[in-house]
């Protein structure tokens, strides 16, 4: 008997991705913007309850050379069910949003999440805890390239991830999201928690 690992699927080509159904996402009915404290301390108390949760943020991005990211502008938490997207100008939720991230309570999975986590160490001044990045899992299985999130879910479902590169280009610190940037962003920390699951065996 040979104790050579099972062989890795291939990580697919983005030609290959384009031909799969699209992964089903969040619709807005699903998506919370996070606009009162109350708003805030009911989103915490069901990602607490969850104990787990999809995590990503979003900055505005930065087109000249030295320009320093003010980011992050909007950070997402999604449950299997529900994401609550809170955008940090709103600064009367930014306490609630910095328990959340330092919390051990809740764990927050995601994809490439280590400029993420500098963006909020400068911003909120807390250092994030039981974050898991979930492209670690996948190099831990062998695979050698970094994979995202569309990759992911190409791989563990069979699917494409859409992501709008006008959405990915759009101007986070907008005080009032587009109905494309809230799916975006929610998609993004749902699919995440989607990925975690299956890989970890969860229904």
Known sequence: MSDNPPALPPLPEREQIALLE???????????????????????????????AGFDTESKPTFAKNEVSGGPHV???????????????RTECNPVVATL???TELRKV???????????????????KAVFDIDSEFRHRGYRKSVGVKAAV???FNQRFVKSRKATTSNW???????????????????????????FGKP
Request: hydrophobic share 50%; aromatic share 8%; glycine share 6%.
């Open 101 to 103: 991230i330092a919390s």
């Open 110 to 128: 995601g994809f490439g999440l280590s400029t993420d986590l500098t963006l909020i160490r400068n911003r909120l001044n807390i250092e994030p």
């Open 22 to 52: 699209p992964f089903e996402g969040l619709g807005l009915k699903d998506i919370v913007v996070v606009s009162t404290l109350q708003d805030a301390e009911h989103a915490a108390a069901e990602l607490l309850a969850a104990g787990v």
């Open 173 to 199: 610190a907008n005080r009032q999201l587009t109905e494309a940037q809230m799916r975006y962003a929610a998609n993004d920390a749902y699919a995440s928690i989607r990925v975690f699951d299956a890989l």
């Open 75 to 89: 950070v997402q938490f999604a449950t299997r069910e529900m994401a609550w997207l809170f955008q940090l100008h």
């Open 154 to 156: 190409a791989l563990v």
